[in-house]
């Protein structure tokens, strides 16, 4: 079942001189306690194709994984409000701005982590530079996602960690759609991407960044989580 495209972002794209298609598909809500493996057969599996690589959201695999908090039951600590305050807002996503989301960040790498990368990015910032929160805080702090207006409910109240084993994950799906297509499990968003865990090689991965890099299917209310990257 094919979807529509992100606003304004064509389904067809050059890197490195060859084309792809980027083709969408339009699901209905993943809901915690849904099945992962009974998604994809009933979405994707009857339309890959071999050669295609298959790129499934990182948060409908942590949805599935029962990595999906609502806000109202997440009780923060004075230290997730303390540090909260301090997290550069952008207009694609609250990331740990909201002590909700820092107090998940918290539990998931740990206090003494996050107390560190904040000490670090507060000296840096002061100098002008910027994103080292993330990157010593690690990838399960940068692929917390937040409840916004744009967000599909009931997600637009909740929290959403980052899913576990996204490696395993792709790994499994590859040979559920019948081994005979690449996996990837992705973080893709308006400033750009990363491959979480997937089946490609390293230059496999980074062309599918550079594929997707754009955000072409969106991640709100286009309600296409899964999509398929083929040679055009």
Excluded: W
Excluded at 40 to 48: F, K, L, R, W
Excluded at 83 to 105: F, R, S
Excluded at 115 to 129: D, H, M, P, Q, Y
């Amino acid at each position: 079942m094919s979807g529509g495209a992100n606003a304004g972002k064509a389904l067809t794209v050059t890197v490195g001189g060859a084309s792809y298609a980027r083709i969408p598909i339009r699901t209905r809500v993943v809901m915690p306690g849904d099945d992962l493996d009974g998604f994809i057969a009933e979405y994707a599996a009857d339309q890959v194709r071999p050669g295609d690589v298959l790129f499934v959201t990182e948060k409908i695999v942590a949805i599935t994984q029962g990595r999906s908090f609502p806000v109202a039951e997440i009780r923060p600590r004075r230290l997730a409000s303390f540090l909260a305050k301090y997290v550069t807002k952008t207009p694609y996503g609250i990331g740990l701005g909201m002590p909700e989301t820092m107090e998940m960040a918290l539990r998931e790498c740990g206090t003494p982590r996050i107390l560190f990368a904040a000490a670090v990015a507060a000296v840096t910032k002061a100098f002008g530079r910027k994103g080292d929160f993330y990157r010593i805080a690690g990838q399960r702090a940068r692929a917390i996602d937040g409840p916004t207006k744009h967000t599909i409910p009931p997600y637009n109240e909740a929290v959403v960690l980052g899913p576990d084993r996204p490696r395993e994950v792709a790994a499994h799906l590859k040979a559920l759609v019948g081994g005979h297509c690449d996996v990837a499990v992705v973080d893709i968003n308006d400033l750009g991407g990363n491959i979480l865990g997937s089946t490609l090689d390293r230059a496999g991965e980074q062309r599918l960044v550079a594929i997707l890099r754009d955000n072409p299917l969106g991640q709100g209310h286009e309600s296409t989580p899964l999509g398929i990257v083929r040679a055009a």
